[in-house]
């Protein structure tokens, strides 16, 4: 595992109310944890959204920040809140109200990867749950508010795109009779999180990148979005979720040869979103 909790990748000069962010991108296994987990190193890796990071690495081309995690999704997840404790996989913790997230096994600290295959198996310590808590969901959130106070300070607005990837069987099960697969899912907590016209344009970058495109389902955006996002004050968060199957071999966690050109897509998408938007907010100003 590295030391450091995250990246903060920054332009020369930030240009844009525009930030990004990757949380379930890390792929920094320790042996350490990786000789605790009953997982093989690759079913371990399969709720990991992998190569994200490298999806949106121009971000910082365009004169936009993006912050990537460095923990792996399976050993935290920054997509929770801090208080999200499974006390089916940690030592100590009371049953509290009903929460589908614990529930099911994806807490701050999961209890199983995607397919519902147990991490561990037993318990972990309280002490072990804090410890990584500490470590690196603190460390994460404390950059991540800070960039998004600091853009909403300079820009009188700040727009947090959360980039994340989806297994092509998620958008398969919520497939709706006579209409094809999204490739890519926007989630704004239906209009919670993020301002209607904000989203639109945001939208209208993947289309013209040539991608499919549904809002909200199968995935509306969890923690990050329900947090940062506050529209009425300028505070405004997409999640970002991209059909692994694009780019991914999702049986192996390999890039499929098409990485390249879906990574040149994205790069498109950033650059109309950043330059879109630096647009709007100049007519405002005028």
Excluded at 32 to 56: C, H, K, W
Excluded at 99 to 119: D, F, H, K, T, Y
Excluded at 182 to 188: E, F, I, K, R, T
Excluded at 191 to 213: H, K, P, Q, T, Y
């Amino acid at each position: 595992m590295s030391d450091a909790a995250f990246q903060l990748f920054r332009p020369v000069s930030q240009e844009t109310s525009v930030v990004f962010a990757a949380p379930h991108s890390g792929r920094h296994y320790s042996a350490g944890f990786l000789n605790q987990t009953i997982l093989d190193a690759r079913t371990i890796r399969s709720s990991e959204d992998a190569y994200v990071d490298e999806l949106f690495q121009d971000a910082t081309r365009y004169g936009a920040p993006f912050l990537v995690a460095q923990a792996p999704r399976a050993f935290i997840d920054f997509n929770r809140a801090s208080d999200e404790l499974d006390p089916a996989v940690i030592e100590g913790i009371g049953r509290s109200q009903h929460n589908p997230r614990v529930s099911s096994g994806l807490g701050v600290i999961p209890r199983v990867v995607s397919g519902g295959r147990a991490i561990y198996r037993g318990k972990i310590s309280l002490t072990e749950a804090e410890a990584r808590i500490n470590a690196h969901w603190h460390p994460y959130h404390n950059a991540l508010k800070t960039l998004i106070e600091e853009t909403h300070q300079q820009f009188g607005e700040a727009i947090l795109i959360d980039c994340h990837s989806m297994p092509h069987e998620a958008i398969e099960g919520n497939l709706r009779p006579g209409r094809p697969l999204p490739q890519v899912v926007l989630g704004d907590r239906f209009g919670a999180s993020a301002g209607a016209e904000i989203v639109d344009r945001i939208e209208r970058a993947f289309v013209n990148a040539g991608l499919r495109v549904a809002r909200n389902a199968p995935f509306a955006g969890a923690y990050v979005s329900q947090t940062y996002g506050r529209p009425s004050v300028g505070r405004h968060v997409v999640q970002i979720e991209i059909d692994r199957s694009l780019y991914l071999d999702e049986a192996s966690i390999t890039c499929l040869p098409t990485f390249a050109k879906v990574q040149a897509l994205m790069s498109e998408v950033i650059r109309e979103i950043v330059m879109g938007q630096r647009t709007s907010v100049r007519l405002a100003a005028e």
